[in-house]
């Protein structure tokens, strides 16, 4: 984690990690409940401190389309995530 404001977390092992979704798509990756997804329900960030509960993650790319990391938002509340935020996003 480069940048972080609101968690206290520095680290995240890739195996965990959100953000090692993100990075496999083109599209950004919004999870409205955490508890919900069946990719992350049992996570320990969701189910243990720091009890994430939304994410929207967007992969960062190149311009030759290489994907080098992701820009994304956590909460600790589930949300909605509307057409204005996402381009925002």
């Known amino acids: 984690i480069k940048s972080c404001a609101g968690l206290d977390v520095d680290t995240v092992p890739r195996d965990i990690s959100f953000c090692a979704h993100t ?10 409940d955490m508890q919900q997804d069946e990719r992350f329900h049992d996570n320990p960030l969701v189910i243990e401190a720091p009890f994430i509960r939304f994410y929207a993650g967007y992969p960062v790319q190149l311009p030759d389309g290489a994907t080098v990391g992701s820009f994304c938002l956590m909460d600790h509340q589930p949300r909605s995530f509307s057409a204005h935020e996402m381009q925002i996003l």
């Open 23 to 32: 990075i496999l798509q083109t599209d950004p990756l919004i999870v409205n």
